[in-house]
């Protein structure tokens, strides 16, 4: 893998609205072989239509781009053939076995030496003993995980992946992640979407979308950088009553409770500073000044457009 | 396009399969394919046309002899009739059938045996109830043939003579409120075509629907599948089907109704999977146009009406005013009766059928169209 290599996805001015309801704004996205891409972003922002403009299953009102090189208005054919799309909802065949719902996909894409890749795959997945269960009796989990094998059983160069963790234990979603990490591993790309912000940190390079409009792309600490934030943390109890204290005072933008830690921040630093040393004193608490997480640049982005969206809706 | 991306048999074949294993978990579904064709039967076929027997009988005779007796003797042995009631007079017998208490009434004239002695030929009258003609329709034929065994078993000795040539008497036959009637034969084979019209265009109807309503249309779609792939594997097991009712309905027909068979057997398979290849055709495209299984119910129900009430099954076609004549001619099942009829009842070959058979495929070809047409590639 080169850094000259193509991008796997490059797309720009992606256009898409459903009725009078402009769902996907200008999307430009690249993503580089062998990268975990993680799409994030508030529910009903436009993920999963971006995902499926990518693998054809939506044709965009305007806008042009590539998937593996091949053209996203003209040839989905072979986009389809050599993509792994996995549906945020369940869906393969819950009236067919494990081994069943393998077996079709293995038919469809024409795989030589079916019945080994079939094999491979339930081993892999630990469900070899059970593969003449029906796929409507797995757990949640479990549905998610032959999911994710059923995709990749054709060997696709690129994954697409969207919300594959949700509902899913803390667990299966660590598992989860390990295998995509095996899987980028192995020269596979991959982009998933997902509005778990501890997930996003497990990710190459992320980008985040709101209303339609992709507000931030590069890798998470690009994309802390760029939002110019600073955050301090106060320590102690009550800390519900301070966060509404300082909520409307100078520099304070956001403020976000984690449990024994109050996560103050801003964009003015020096205002930021003045007010939450004010408050801390105040209450008799102390606070030290943190770098910056991506979940509070994520919550500060979402606040900032959704109070643009509200702007513009006026 | 290439010939690859537009059509690959490894590719159907994968959807051909899926739709069987699936269809083999459908237990529901399973029980229909067996179910509905039996009972429809049973229920149109014996409401509509039965060989009903002991049909309720009065008797009026003015004329005691053996002869009579002997006449009454062979109504009651034919097992149509039960003599149930000796009338007074003719007016108590018309009021019984008017009223529906006696389905028969059968009158012997005073001076019966003495005109049949003298070799007059007279004749007995029988009054029948044939509101629902095909209820009374057998027992008036064994009726009318029992002057020639009445006469062999009892005209012997001296009076031989009368027996000969000719019936020395005859059974005048007076149908009340239906004159003319319609034949069992006639009925039986039409069921079968708005059986199979009504399960399988409602069975492929939901076939695409149900992709559509359990979320798993989105993975079909981002399967290098093409719409032809995937609307004709989906096809196949309800072909299958077709013909497993087809032939449940031809044993049941035969047991049940007698409905003879003239034509040869393989004339009237291939026109039966022609006709199951029109309906699945519907269905199919039915499924294609609806959102939703419920959709594509209500359009089965708009698609099942025209069929049932202007093919010639409920009203006799040449009835029918012209507009509705042209309508029915569109319809594969006005087709389809007359191949039925044609094969079962008269022993139509090929040469006879076409005229019958090319509606149906030209039909098929443009239903098909219609359905690729409205298949949707994409989510949008």
Redesign the interface.
């Known amino acids: 893998m080169s850094a000259a290599a193509a991008p796997v996805i490059e797309v720009h001015g992606l256009n898409k609205s459903f009725g009078d309801k402009h769902v996907v704004i200008d999307l430009a996205l690249q993503v580089q072989p062998g990268e975990i891409f993680g799409f994030l972003g508030p529910n009903g922002s436009g993920k999963t239509t971006s995902i ?1 403009m990518l ?5 965009p009102d305007s806008g042009s781009g590539t998937c593996l090189g091949y053209d996203i208005l003209k040839q989905s ?1 072979e986009i ?2 050599n993509v792994g ?1 996995m ?1 945020q ?8 076995s494990i081994r ?1 719902n393998l077996d ?2 293995a ?4 795989m030589p030496r079916r019945q080994e890749a079939v094999e491979r795959a339930l081993e892999h997945l630990g469900l070899a003993g059970r593969a003449e269960q ?1 796929a409507g009796q797995l757990s949640g989990g479990w549905k998610q995980r032959l999911a994710l094998s059923a995709c990749m059983l054709h060997q696709p160069r690129l994954l697409l992946l969207d919300e594959p963790t949700a509902g899913v234990d803390p667990t299966a979603r660590r598992d989860f992640w390990e295998e995509l990490h095996r899987l980028a591993a192995l020269g596979i790309s991959v982009l998933v979407s997902t509005h778990y912000m501890d997930e996003a940190e497990r990710c190459h390079k992320l980008a985040f979308i709101a209303y339609g409009r992709l507000l931030v792309q590069g890798t998470a600490a690009e994309v802390v950088e760029s939002q110019h934030l600073s955050t301090w943390s106060i320590h102690g109890e009550r800390l519900a009553e301070l966060s509404e204290q300082l909520h409307g005072q100078p520099g304070v933008d956001q403020t976000v409770v984690f449990g024994g830690a109050l996560h103050v921040t801003g964009r003015d630093a020096a205002a930021l500073q003045e007010s939450v040393q004010r408050a801390a004193r105040a209450a008799g608490l102390a606070a030290q000044p943190i770098d910056t997480g991506i979940e509070d640049v994520f919550i500060h982005l979402m606040n900032e457009s959704g109070a643009a969206q509200r702007l513009r809706a006026e | 396009m290439s010939g690859r991306d537009f059509f690959s048999v490894e590719r159907w074949w994968s959807v051909v399969r899926k739709e069987f294993l699936q269809l083999r978990r459908d237990r529901i579904t399973f029980a229909m394919i067996v179910a509905i064709p039996l009972m429809q039967l049973t229920l149109f076929g014996y409401a509509i046309n039965s060989d009903p027997k002991h049909l309720l009988t009065g008797v009026l005779v003015e004329d005691h002899t053996e002869f009579t007796r002997s006449f009454v003797a062979g109504m009651k042995a034919s097992s149509y009739f039960d003599i149930v009631e000796e009338l007074p007079n003719e007016e108590a017998g018309r009021a019984a059938l008017a009223r529906g208490r006696l389905q028969f009434v059968v009158t012997i004239p005073p001076d019966f045996s003495r005109r049949l002695l003298r070799g007059e030929r007279p004749a007995l009258l029988l009054e029948a109830d044939a509101t629902d003609p095909s209820a009374t329709g057998n027992a008036i034929e064994a009726a009318l043939e029992l002057p020639q065994s009445v006469a062999a078993k009892d005209l012997v000795g001296p009076l031989a003579a009368l027996a000969g040539g000719s019936p020395p008497f005859e059974v005048r036959l007076h149908s009340l409120y239906n004159p003319e009637g319609i034949t069992a034969y006639f009925i039986v084979p039409g069921l079968m075509g708005v059986i199979l019209s009504m399960t399988l265009v409602l069975m492929t109807g939901l076939a695409i629907t149900r992709e559509r309503e359990r979320g798993t249309m989105e993975n079909l779609l981002a399967m290098p599948l093409t719409p032809l792939e995937v609307m004709s594997g989906k096809m196949i097991p309800y072909i299958f089907i077709g013909l497993i009712q087809v032939s449940i309905i031809l044993v049941a027909a035969s047991a049940m109704f007698h409905v003879p068979f003239e034509g040869s057997l393989l004339t009237f398979y291939c026109a039966a999977l022609f006709f199951i290849a029109g309906n699945l055709a519907v269905g199919i495209s039915l499924s294609s146009l609806a959102q939703n299984q419920l959709q594509a119910m209500q359009l089965t129900m708009f698609y099942f009406l025209p069929n049932i009430l202007l093919s010639g099954f409920m009203f006799p076609f040449q009835g029918m005013p012209a507009w509705a004549r042209v309508i029915g001619e569109v319809l594969p099942l006005t087709h389809f009766h007359r191949l039925m009829r044609g094969i079962m009842l008269k022993g139509n070959g090929w040469s006879d059928l076409w005229t019958d058979v090319w509606p149906i495929g030209l039909f098929i070809v443009v239903v098909m169209f219609v359905a690729l047409r409205f298949y949707r590639r994409t989510l949008d």
């Open positions: 499926r693998c054809g299953l939506l044709t054919g389809k053939r799309y549906t909802r369940f869906s393969f065949w819950d009236d067919l069943e079709f996909v038919r469809v894409y024409q029906l």
